[in-house]
């Protein structure tokens, strides 16, 4: 006797919520994600076995290169147009909206306050060649004009100080002198990882 074969019956699973997952978390990821502004100022940091990471966010960052020479970074767009605006206004310089939107796309300033509407108004070829610093000395504190402004702005930023390792020494300790002198005393110096040595 013939038995009866029975059907079988396919099996059927719904993907619909697993693609829309998937399309809302590629989205988020997309729309959060900050990319690293390419450095203006390249910088060969000093080796150190520290373990201490510098946080992503909500930092101001003060650049010193192999010459000597000053530059200050803003990690967040979101408070680089009330920091520059707060240094147009101490020096008498008025952005246009258009400088301001350039603004928000560097990743450093590298030229002195008078020179900033110039550079903004630069092709990025012109800007990239442009890096003469921001001046630092007894007379011309725009550096110092710039961390402070950064601090009025959001309190609780935090610092950081990157230096070339072949930058002399008067020249971050001029630095840490002015910064003190303000009452900056909590800042993080960035240094590239080095394996710690065996024991």
């Known amino acids: 006797m013939a038995r009866n074969k029975k059907e079988r019956s396919d099996l059927y699973i719904d993907m619909t919520a697993m693609s829309d997952m998937a399309w809302l978390l590629l989205t988020f990821f997309v729309l ?93 070829e012109q800007r990239k060649a442009t890096i003469p610093g921001i001046p630092l000395d007894s007379a011309n504190l725009q550096l110092i004009d710039w961390v402070e402004f950064s601090y009025e702005v959001e309190p609780e930023l935090a610092l950081a100080i990157k230096g070339d390792v072949d930058t002399q020494y008067p020249k971050f300790r001029e630095l840490i002198n002015q910064l003190v002198e303000r009452n900056f005393n909590r800042f993080q110096l960035i240094t590239s990882s080095e394996a710690k040595p065996k024991d």
């Open 32 to 124: 959060t994600t900050q990319f690293r502004k390419p450095e203006i100022v390249p910088v060969n940091t000093p080796s150190s076995v520290a373990e201490t990471k510098l946080q992503d966010g909500n930092i101001v960052q003060i650049t010193v290169n192999d010459e000597g020479r000053y530059y200050f970074g803003i990690i967040d767009d979101h408070h680089k147009e009330p920091i520059l605006e707060k240094m147009g206004k101490k020096y008498g310089i008025e952005f246009t909206d258009e400088e301001k939107r350039t603004f928000l796309g560097l990743s450093e300033v590298t030229v002195p306050i008078g020179s900033l509407k110039s550079y903004l108004g630069a092709s990025d």
